[in-house]
Nanobody, 127 residues
Framework: VQLQASGGGLVQAGGSLRLSCAASGRTFKLANMGWFRQAPGKEREFVAAITLTGRSRYYADSVKGRSTISREDDKNTVYLQMNSLKPEDTAIYYC?????????????????????WGQGTQVTVSS
């Protein structure tokens, strides 16, 4: 399985972006999916996750209320809609394809729950 992330760019504070992550292979429909980000000089951190059924979605406190994760299984794609962007959202955003089956919220917030990563897409928010 390979993941291809896209949709990043340069945007002014208060603007919006929609990130996409397209997966090859047939395992996408069986996998939980997540978005993480890594800012310069910082460790990679959890942003959002969606379960394989799409029924449950989890967000980091820093993006909750401003972001929406969604998935389209017929397109093997997961999205991250980000609104009201702030300069502190500047980072490289990575999508991860996770384990199949039911996973706890705590598990889905951890990098260890994801076995395949995309190459990342840069998001830069100017003030």
């Amino acid at each position: 399985v390979q993941l291809q992330a896209s949709g990043g760019g340069l945007v002014q504070a208060g603007g919006s972006l929609r990130l996409s992550c397209a997966a090859s292979g047939r395992t996408f429909k069986l996998a939980n999916m997540g978005w993480f980000r890594q800012a310069p000089g910082k460790e990679r951190e959890f942003v959002a996750a969606i379960t394989l059924t799409g029924r449950s979605r989890y967000y980091a406190d820093s993006v909750k209320g401003r972001s929406t994760i969604s998935r389209e299984d017929d397109k093997n794609t997961v999205y991250l809609q980000m609104n009201s962007l702030k300069p502190e959202d500047t980072a490289i955003y990575y999508c991860g394809l996770g384990e199949s089956g039911v996973q706890s919220q705590n598990r889905l917030r951890a990098e260890a729950a994801y076995r395949t990563w995309g190459q990342g897409t840069q998001v830069t928010v100017s003030s």
